[in-house]
């Protein structure tokens, strides 16, 4: 029965995920920062400049340190405004933002416990010292390990990415677990090692690669006036990542980071959201 | 025809005087030999590893018995020295399986039928009723123009596929039922579409494009009601509202096409080779110089033609040729060779005379209904080719392609198929997927649900030959 299988694989093979626009709606922002309204104010200026992709018609809505202490207090003040989107910094009330290496405390419960997203901004104090934010969203990349299907990451970077900006779509498979893969296949007799590995790799690659094209034809159909533009690759993910983002001098990174499977951050995106503070990142 | 003219049973002209206890014992021999077909799963044993052990044994033992034409065999006018055993082989037959196979296994690398099988999906708008009544028809044609197991392993793997993606799979089992049985109703079409009908046709002398005019009306007749009933019988409907008609044409909208095509250039290339091939094949005994060669020179200069896109990898195709079948073959020419030498298809061809002689009305129904029957628990192949060798001896049927009876046979080996799930290899394929799918169908469960289809094939079969050929 081996044929079946070949034919079902053509079958299934054929059988691609197409992408779906969908609008994304930003109606109220709620920006949360740990300062004053007066220190605050340079903080929410650059970020209304940054996110002018969003239109003059979104209603912002700053949340200052009076507005919350614990991380309770923070769900609370989140469920209560109900925005479209929050927009923070990493460390809130905390001195940590000067290590690198965590996204505190208030963050890491936010990004799981509520369904808005949440773009996170360098924090004011690196901002001040390497003066980083940059002016607009022209360059934005969506970024996963599994590309194909998530309109949602698609649809979220496309609405953030500036009339003639440029949106990177990038999928990077992960070349430890493909080496793992490959080597218990080569200890497989019945597998010819070098074909399982030329043909699971183009395979993997030609799926992201088919999205994305999906995606390309079906933003241009929308008008967005933007470019689309593939990175599918195997890599070393975090570096692979950090390079990508450096390479292309990208202005926001989109990722998901919520796993259905575990209440933690997503496991690449917790070290990409710790290790990539010097641009905004905008957690789905 | 050729082979004809290698027989060596042909070369002494008449059937050697046996004793009635030999002719008995060959003739259980042959018993055993169909016993051993029909529980060739529960032996574990492959058809070419029966047949080649009862070939084996024949041989000997017609030897033992001094039965077999030992000697020089003429050829062209000429006594070449060859085994005993390769003259019974009809290598047209042969021929034509291995190359046909051939072409149609490196055509289907160039995305072909892939193509058009997705291509109807999509035009069915992911529509119950629409997806059955295409990927009927689609079955239908794949069997005639490909075989029977080839349409049965395309189609019911891209139905596997797509109900799963449309959500459908509680109807997977109806699906793949029928589409089973209507690999045997399209293995009727032409003369190449199934191996009775090579074996009869080329017996009777029933040119391809005879073939097809015959077959062709009872084939499009069968295939509307099969699926109507089927429909029925596994509540297959149209969808009911816009909403659900809009989100399965989405679903199936994702299907890509193209996926499959590598390039091209080989996949037009294999377009018009598929479609010469066909035109070649119906017009063989017409066509100067391969009216003399044949029908299986053409499915092997064709194979070899399409072989030359992998000239540096054609072991590849080599290795997937169904030898267990060429060797069945083989090894079941040389048997029933050798049982014509012992006298049994003499004897089995005198009890079968009762039957002729009730004339083509009740004699052609009787030979149509015992052949479904009996190709319901054995293959096919081996009663189709004892059959024909003794319609072949028959004065009156033997030189008369449009005998009633010749019709009988050919009816009756491919539609008994649809009454067990052993009755033949697409059949076979279609359980081995769905039992894939881990949907539950026992050995009785399949008769109990193929029997409404087979009983109306068979029903129709015989209207058709007394109306239409009697």
């Known amino acids: 029965m081996t044929r079946v299988d ?53 209603l912002w809505k700053p949340a200052f340190r009076e507005a919350f202490q614990t991380v309770g207090d923070l769900l609370d003040l989140v469920e209560k405004e109900a925005p479209d989107l929050i927009c923070t910094y990493r460390n809130l009330r905390s001195h940590a933002w000067k290590w690198p290496y965590s996204l505190g405390v208030h963050l890491d419960v936010l990004t799981q416990e509520t369904r808005v997203p949440i773009m996170v901004f360098p924090h004011p104090g690196l901002e001040s010292a390497s003066g980083r934010t940059p002016e607009d969203t022209r360059t934005v990349m969506g970024l996963t390990d599994h590309l194909a299907g998530d309109d949602r990451l698609v649809n979220h970077a496309a609405r953030f990415t500036r009339k003639d900006g440029t949106l990177i779509l990038a999928h990077v498979e992960d070349q430890a677990v493909f080496d793992r893969t490959m080597d218990t296949i080569s200890k497989v007799p019945s597998i010819d090692t070098d074909t399982a590995r030329e043909d699971i790799l183009r395979q993997l690659l030609k799926e992201p690669e088919d999205y994305i094209e999906s995606c390309r034809h079906t933003l241009k159909e929308q008008n967005l006036q933007l470019t689309t533009r593939a990175v599918v690759t195997v890599g070393h993910h975090i570096r692979e990542y950090k390079r990508l983002v450096e390479d292309h001098d990208v202005d926001l990174l989109v990722m998901n980071t919520k796993d259905k499977d575990q209440m933690a951050m997503h496991g690449l995106a917790y070290p990409l959201a710790v290790e990539i503070r010097s641009i905004p990142l905008y957690l789905l | 025809m050729m082979y004809a003219t290698f027989s060596p049973l042909l070369l002494t002209g008449t059937t050697p005087e046996v004793s009635p206890g030999v002719t008995l014992f060959f003739g ?28 084996v044994l024949c041989l000997i033992l017609g030897d033992l018995f001094d039965l077999l034409p030992l000697g020089k065999v003429i050829v062209g006018g000429h006594g070449v020295d060859m085994p005993v055993y390769i003259p019974p082989i009809d290598w047209n037959v042969i021929a034509i399986i291995l190359g046909s ?33 295409l990927y009927g028809l689609m079955t239908v044609v794949f069997s005639a123009v490909l075989n029977n197991v080839t349409a049965m392993i395309i189609v ?11 959500g459908r799979t509680d109807r997977l089992l109806g699906f793949l039922l ?37 077959a062709g009306p009872f084939v499009a007749v069968a295939t509307l009601l099969t699926l109507w009933l089927g429909a029925r019988i596994f509540r297959i409907h149209r969808l009911d509202t816009a909403r659900e008609r809009e989100e399965a044409s989405a679903l199936v909208a994702g299907f890509d096409e193209n996926d499959g095509i590598v390039s091209r250039g080989f996949f037009w290339f294999g377009t018009g080779m598929l479609f010469l091939f066909i035109l070649v094949i119906a017009t063989a005994s017409i066509l100067p ?55 049994v298809l003499h004897l089995i061809g005198k009890g079968l005379a009762g039957i002729i002689n009730l004339g083509p009305t009740a004699g052609s129904s009787l030979i149509l209904v015992s ?26 049927i033997g030189p008369d392609p449009t005998s009633p009876f010749w ?32 949907l539950p169908l026992t050995f009785m469960g399949f008769v109990k649900k193929a029997i409404p289809f087979a009983a109306l094939q068979i029903l129709l079969a015989v209207v058709y030959v007394l109306v239409f050929l009697g």
């Open chain 2, 289 to 343: 110089l391969i009216k003399d060669l044949g029908m299986g020179y053409v499915a092997g200069a064709f194979g070899l033609i399409m072989l030359i896109r992998y000239k540096a990898t054609a072991e590849r195709f080599y290795q997937a040729l169904d030898w267990d079948l060429l060797g069945f073959f083989c090894g079941l020419f040389i048997v029933i060779n050798v049982m014509e030498h012992a006298g």
């Open chain 2, 371 to 396: 052949s479904s029957v009996a190709s319901s628990v054995t293959d096919n192949i081996p009663l189709a080719a004892m059959l024909a060798k003794i319609l072949e001896a028959n004065p009156e």
């Open chain 2, 28 to 55: 259980a021999l042959l018993v055993g030999l169909i016993l051993s077909l029909a529980l060739e799963e529960k032996l574990h044993a492959k058809k070419s590893v029966i047949a080649g052990i009862f070939a």
């Open chain 2, 178 to 214: 029928v589409e089973g049985l209507l690999t045997n109703v399209g293995g009727l079409l032409t003369l190449i579409s199934s191996v009775p009908n090579i074996i009869v046709g080329t017996a009777a002398g029933i040119t391809f494009v005879k073939f097809f005019l015959v």
């Open chain 2, 407 to 438: 019709w009988s046979v050919v009816f009756g080996a491919n539609l008994g198929g649809n009454i067990t799930p052993i009755g033949s290899a697409s059949t076979l394929v279609a359980v081995t997927i769905i039992h894939k799918y881990k």
């Open chain 2, 156 to 166: 019911g793997s891209l139905t596997g596929v797509s109900l799963k993606k449309l």
């Open chain 2, 101 to 133: 196979s051939l072409f149609v296994d490196i055509t289907s690398k160039s995305g072909l039928f892939t193509w058009v099988a997705i291509k109807l999906t999509k035009a069915s708008r992911g529509d119950p009723l629409r997806l059955l009544i």
């Open chain 1, 6 to 58: 070949q034919f079902e694989s053509v079958f299934r093979a054929a059988d691609k995920e197409r992408f779906s626009y969908r609008r994304i709606e930003i109606q109220k922002i709620l920006v949360v920062t740990d300062l004053d309204a007066s220190e605050a104010a340079p903080f929410l200026e650059r970020v209304r400049g940054y996110l002018a992709v969003l239109g003059d018609d979104a």
